[in-house]
């Protein structure tokens, strides 16, 4: 559908993969397909769905009828790639997550991705402590990647966020990322969030309180996630001033990711509270742009 729109969208095979096809068409149009095909997401937006709903993404005022119209001569239709780059996907064998951000440079003062990330209205104190705890490196295209540890300390996951893509490098798996104060104070507060920039933008709104670990879970949470959280929690579980904090967004997802993060601390003893952003259907992130714009956003 996206190839025979008019004008057509074209797949950016630089930044695509075999799970993951990036399509482009004018400046800042993007659709990822993935799903084998059968999903799709634009990362300058919330929209997403199967091929009825891009179609009416694209074409907001056709109804479900006229949808079905412009998919009908589509059906049995197979996309236009091409046979030896299929191929080549398959032979060329997978770098390792670890190795992969092992050879990407660390977050540089002034640099496209530190610009990036204060123009989201990450302070510098936050910054200058990310860059020293490790946990942004520099992507493409001024990309910031940040890493999902495993208990031994081996990046297992990397999400990625710039000014054009969000996404994550494939083949890993999720733990959580986790960002704190680099000194040797102990941390019974773990404020939870869904993306590593709302967690960043938690800490920055805090001025990077000592007692806490910002952590995120990149959106849903697998089994592996989940796993990590507990064992956060239960490092902590028995400190006098124990706590959960939920910052997911404000809207119907991220209430039940609350609730996640909520049955989680209480099947691990832990006192949980939400800490839901002072935006309606908003997030974090929002929160700290309103503040550093000037805007007050209403309390709740």
């Not at 997550?97 to 002034?110: D, E, F, S, T």
């Not at 939400?274 to 714009?293: F, Y």
Request: positive net charge; proline residues 7%.
């Amino acid at each position: 559908m996206l190839e025979r729109s008019s004008p057509p969208w074209l797949i950016d095979r630089h930044e695509s993969s075999r799970r993951c096809l990036k399509y482009r068409r004018a400046a800042g149009e993007i659709v990822i397909v993935t799903h084998g095909g059968a999903g799709w997401w634009d990362p300058m937006s919330d929209a997403r769905g199967d091929v009825f709903r891009l179609v009416q993404h694209l074409e907001p005022a056709l109804n479900f009828g006229e949808v079905r119209k412009v998919l009908r001569p589509l059906a049995g239709v197979l996309p236009d790639f091409k046979p030896e780059e299929r191929a080549r996907d398959r032979r060329a064998p997978p770098i390792p997550i670890a190795q992969r951000w092992a050879r990407r440079p660390g977050l540089r003062r002034r640099s496209e991705v530190w610009r990036y990330l204060a123009g989201r209205g990450v302070t510098e104190e936050v910054l200058i402590a990310a860059a020293r705890s490790d946990v942004v490196r520099e992507g493409r295209h001024g990309s910031a990647w940040f890493p999902h540890r495993d208990a031994a300390g081996l990046v297992v996951h990397v999400d990625i966020r710039g000014p054009t893509y969000k996404g994550s490098l494939t083949g890993g798996s999720k733990a959580l990322f986790i960002f704190h104060i680099r000194k040797p104070l102990r941390r019974p507060r773990v404020v939870v969030a869904e993306a590593p920039i709302d967690a960043f933008s938690c800490a920055a709104i805090e001025h990077l309180r000592e007692d806490t670990i910002y952590a995120a879970t990149g959106g849903d949470m697998g089994p592996s996630t989940i796993a990590a959280l507990e064992a956060l929690l239960l490092a902590r579980k028995d400190l006098p001033d124990a706590l959960l904090e939920s910052a997911a967004d404000d809207n119907t997802a991220g209430d039940r990711y609350a609730a996640r993060h909520e049955a989680i601390a209480r099947d691990v003893g832990v006192p949980f509270k939400r800490l839901r952003p002072p935006i309606e259907g908003g997030d974090w992130n929002d929160v700290l742009i309103s503040s550093v714009s000037g805007e007050r956003p209403d309390e709740e």
